[in-house]
């Protein structure tokens, strides 16, 4: 089973990916773009040694870009190695996916081909998935589209922890390899719009042949290109869209003119386009689709001359970023959430209480009246204030100044009902469950047991509770619940249904086990530490725990 440490080492390998990946699309030109994916490999992914290996129009590979080693940089730049040779090493060793690893065992055959390489020195492997010096692993980069044609090989060496990488390593070089083909593809596209824009803007005797060429550049690209009017009533509205955008959002280009950007974009992001500048702006965002989806799109605009002294348009590149998006949301996701249970884990489950707390601790509020008053400013005492009042109401909204913030402070307040009689106030109740029995099983019938166990202990769990609330795994067989809105009787109420619903037995190839469950109930409240709630709640079931004969805690 996964153990705690891993999620938030994927968040930090996540982190520096997303970075390294932001990197890439920063770059100005296509050398820089080059040198940026090698020095990516370096930054974020865990490798001492990255070349990077460019297709040349006659089908050879030139190394165009290399970082870790300055010697080996100044003796195989600019190289070539012949297309033969290198779709000889494509095939070779194992397929990682899209990736190519060749082991030292079967590697010593490429050491008279004719493809650049470099040789690194190190002591022989102590255990299996050691890297070898002559170990190689290859990246092949292909464009965007379903003809897979090769862009480039990124070549990795090094590994800093000195092993072979494992299948999330991985996957992030497969995802850092795709995302520096759409890069390069990018740098060669925006390479041949400046080009075609200077020649608009100082070519005035070959006017003719410019537009030609910015047509050609504008339809057959192989993202969207739009271009919208400037200033004016009917500014955003769009003139001219390319073939690429119009099979994007499943719309004919004459329908395509009735719209602007802003009638396409999802509703929760026309703030990120408005604030998107004309010249230079980027974003990304969702569109719609002509079937009533959405698709995630990168936004880039720039402006545009119709001639010297004419009018200025605004051109678009939307580029189709939503296999991005779908690797980011899958990798967040799994850094989230528990891979047995598919539940929340501890650090989401720490993230979603921390954002419920504030610092401020709850103290006795003003009345109805008086809060309604201070809240449109009427004061009671002649000042503007009212003494004698609390910091925030209960489970209301606290109207006063927040330190370092603005004129009102909008958090939601949390609050503890007082003791355990049921007094009619609400709160975020936290119940904390420990399995009884869970051991035994693991012990007597083994982990696969003890994990169909889980898995239906989570799915009951999140059947006996109501959408909005929350059950998340905190390791081993503790799990714990968020429910907000709930009174003590309430609270004590769904901990006897979530315990009834556990108790039945469980059946697992052919066997039925049992296990029982403790539940511990604490309240998150506003002045507590995330720490704080969890220890209260697990200190309570403890409590219960010791309480309860030890007959109704066996399982089995």
Same mark, same amino acid.
């Given at each position: 089973?996964?153990?705690?440490?891993?999620?938030?080492?994927?968040?930090?390998?996540?982190?520096? @990916?997303?970075?390294?990946?932001?990197?890439?699309?920063?770059?100005?030109?296509?050398? *820089?773009?080059?040198?940026?994916?090698?020095?990516?490999?370096?930054?974020?992914?865990?490798?001492?040694?990255?070349?990077?290996? %460019?297709?040349?129009?006659?089908?050879? @590979?030139?190394?165009?870009?290399?970082?870790?080693?300055?010697?080996?940089?100044?003796?195989?730049?600019?190289?070539?190695?012949?297309?033969?040779?290198?779709?000889?090493?494509?095939?070779? =060793?194992?397929?990682?996916?899209?990736?190519?690893?060749?082991?030292?065992?079967?590697?010593?055959? %490429?050491?008279?081909?004719?493809?650049?390489?470099?040789?690194?020195?190190?002591?022989?492997?102590?255990?299996?998935?050691?890297?070898?010096?002559?170990?190689?692993?290859?990246?092949?980069?292909?464009?965007?589209?379903?003809?897979?044609?090769?862009?480039?090989?990124?070549?990795? *060496?090094?590994?800093?922890?000195?092993?072979?990488?494992?299948?999330? =390593?991985?996957?992030? $070089?497969?995802?850092?390899? +795709?995302?520096?083909?759409?890069?390069?593809?990018?740098?060669?596209?925006?390479?041949?719009?400046?080009?075609?824009?200077?020649? #608009?803007?100082?070519?005035?005797?070959? #006017?003719?042949?410019?537009?030609? +060429?910015?047509?050609?550049?504008?339809?057959?690209?192989?993202?969207?290109?739009?271009?919208?009017?400037?200033?004016?009533?009917?500014?955003?509205?769009?003139?001219?869209?390319?073939?690429?955008?119009?099979? !994007?959002?499943?719309?004919?280009?004459?329908?395509?003119?009735?719209? +602007?950007? /802003?009638?396409?974009?999802?509703?929760?992001?026309?703030?990120?386009? !408005?604030?998107?500048?004309?010249?230079?702006?980027?974003?990304?965002?969702?569109?719609?689709?002509?079937?009533?989806?959405?698709?995630?799109?990168?936004?880039?605009?720039?402006?545009?001359?119709?001639?010297?002294?004419?009018?200025?348009?605004?051109?678009?590149?939307?580029?189709?970023?939503?296999?991005?998006?779908?690797?980011?949301?899958?990798? /967040?996701?799994?850094?989230?959430?528990?891979?047995?249970?598919?539940?929340?884990?501890?650090?989401?489950?720490?993230?979603?209480? +921390?954002?419920?707390?504030?610092?401020?601790?709850? &103290?006795?509020?003003?009345?109805?009246?008086?809060?309604?008053?201070?809240?449109?400013?009427?004061?009671?005492?002649?000042?503007?204030?009212?003494?004698?009042?609390?910091?925030?109401?209960?489970?209301?909204?606290?109207?006063?100044?927040?330190?370092?913030?603005?004129?009102?402070?909008?958090?939601?307040?949390?609050?503890?009902?007082?003791?355990?009689?049921?007094?009619?106030?609400?709160?975020?109740?936290?119940?904390?469950?420990?399995?009884?029995?869970?051991?035994?099983?693991?012990?007597?019938?083994?982990?696969?047991?003890?994990?169909?166990? @889980?898995?239906?202990?989570?799915?009951?769990?999140?059947?006996?509770?109501?959408?909005?609330?929350?059950?998340?795994? !905190?390791?081993?067989?503790?799990?714990?619940?968020?429910?907000?809105?709930?009174?003590?009787?309430?609270?004590? *109420?769904? &901990?006897?249904? $979530?315990?009834?619903?556990?108790?039945?037995?469980?059946?697992?190839?052919?066997?039925?086990?049992?296990?029982?469950?403790?539940?511990?109930?604490?309240?998150?409240?506003?002045?507590?530490?995330?720490?704080?709630?969890?220890?209260?709640? *697990?200190?309570?079931?403890?409590?219960?725990?010791?309480?309860?004969?030890?007959?109704?805690?066996?399982?089995?």
């Amino acid at each position: 089973m996964e153990t705690e440490s891993e999620p938030y080492v994927r968040l930090a390998t996540l982190r520096q @990916l997303h970075q390294v990946v932001t990197d890439l699309n920063t770059a100005r030109s296509l050398a *820089d773009t080059l040198q940026t994916v090698a020095d990516g490999v370096i930054a974020g992914l865990g490798y001492e040694l990255a070349c990077v290996n %460019l297709v040349r129009p006659d089908g050879d @590979l030139v190394v165009a870009a290399f970082a870790g080693n300055a010697a080996a940089e100044a003796l195989i730049t600019g190289r070539v190695g012949s297309r033969a040779s290198w779709e000889r090493r494509l095939t070779m =060793g194992e397929g990682w996916g899209d990736l190519r690893f060749i082991p030292h065992t079967e590697g010593w055959v %490429l050491l008279e081909d004719d493809v650049p390489q470099w040789y690194t020195e190190g002591p022989e492997p102590r255990f299996e998935d050691e890297w070898h010096p002559q170990d190689r692993l290859y990246a092949p980069m292909y464009a965007s589209g379903g003809g897979r044609e090769l862009l480039g090989v990124i070549s990795v *060496d090094k590994p800093r922890n000195g092993r072979r990488p494992g299948a999330w =390593g991985r996957e992030a $070089l497969q995802m850092y390899a +795709s995302q520096s083909a759409i890069a390069i593809s990018n740098a060669r596209l925006r390479a041949n719009m400046q080009r075609a824009l200077v020649r #608009l803007e100082r070519e005035q005797q070959a #006017l003719r042949a410019s537009e030609e +060429s910015f047509r050609q550049a504008f339809e057959y690209a192989p993202s969207g290109m739009a271009i919208a009017e400037m200033g004016g009533d009917q500014h955003g509205r769009l003139l001219r869209t390319n073939d690429a955008l119009c099979r !994007l959002l499943g719309r004919p280009a004459a329908v395509m003119r009735r719209y +602007s950007f /802003a009638d396409l974009v999802h509703p929760e992001d026309i703030g990120l386009l !408005l604030r998107t500048s004309a010249e230079g702006g980027r974003a990304e965002l969702r569109l719609g689709r002509r079937d009533g989806s959405y698709v995630w799109v990168s936004l880039r605009n720039s402006v545009v001359a119709d001639t010297a002294d004419g009018p200025r348009f605004l051109l678009t590149h939307v580029e189709d970023i939503e296999e991005r998006k779908r690797h980011e949301l899958q990798l /967040a996701h799994r850094a989230s959430h528990d891979s047995l249970t598919g539940l929340p884990n501890s650090a989401e489950l720490r993230a979603r209480l +921390s954002a419920r707390l504030c610092q401020r601790p709850y &103290a006795v509020g003003p009345s109805a009246v008086e809060a309604l008053d201070a809240a449109y400013g009427e004061a009671h005492d002649g000042r503007g204030e009212t003494p004698g009042h609390a910091v925030c109401a209960p489970g209301g909204f606290d109207f006063d100044p927040v330190p370092g913030g603005g004129p009102f402070d909008h958090h939601v307040h949390m609050t503890a009902p007082e003791g355990d009689v049921d007094d009619g106030s609400k709160g975020l109740a936290v119940l904390f469950c420990d399995l009884d029995g869970f051991k035994s099983i693991n012990d007597r019938f083994g982990h696969n047991t003890g994990d169909a166990v @889980l898995i239906e202990v989570a799915r009951r769990l999140t059947s006996g509770v109501r959408d909005g609330d929350t059950v998340a795994r !905190l390791g081993g067989d503790e799990f714990v619940v968020l429910a907000d809105g709930l009174g003590a009787a309430d609270a004590a *109420d769904l &901990a006897v249904r $979530l315990r009834n619903a556990i108790i039945p037995p469980i059946r697992v190839d052919g066997r039925a086990v049992r296990v029982g469950a403790s539940f511990g109930i604490g309240w998150a409240s506003c002045g507590m530490s995330v720490e704080e709630v969890l220890r209260s709640a *697990d200190q309570r079931m403890y409590i219960e725990k010791r309480s309860r004969a030890k007959v109704h805690r066996r399982a089995g």
